[in-house]
């Protein structure tokens, strides 16, 4: 997944997020992992949403933080 988020440019967004259905598959699936045991499983969810956040789109940016996982960003923040 990390390869994948480094390869995307702003062109590529297209392909992993869904505007009709308001879905974003690489980022939904990658916090789902954000309090996982392992610190490098951690480091790697930290670095997929960093490459996320550097491409994000004005309705990427809605859906991510309409997400149910918001609880992501207080946890990243402590």
Not at 16 to 32: A, D, R, S, Y
Not at 45 to 61: A, E, H, Y
Request: charged content about 15%.
């Amino acid at each position: 997944m990390i390869a994948l988020s480094l390869t995307e440019k702003p062109y590529l967004v297209q392909f992993f997020f869904n505007e009709k259905f308001k879905h974003f598959p690489l980022f939904g699936t990658t916090i789902k992992f954000y309090n996982y045991q392992e610190s490098m499983v951690r480091t790697a969810v930290r670095t997929i949403t960093l490459n996320i956040f550097k491409l994000m789109t004005p309705d990427m940016k809605e859906i991510i933080l309409n997400l149910p996982h918001v609880t992501y960003f207080p946890n990243l923040a402590c």
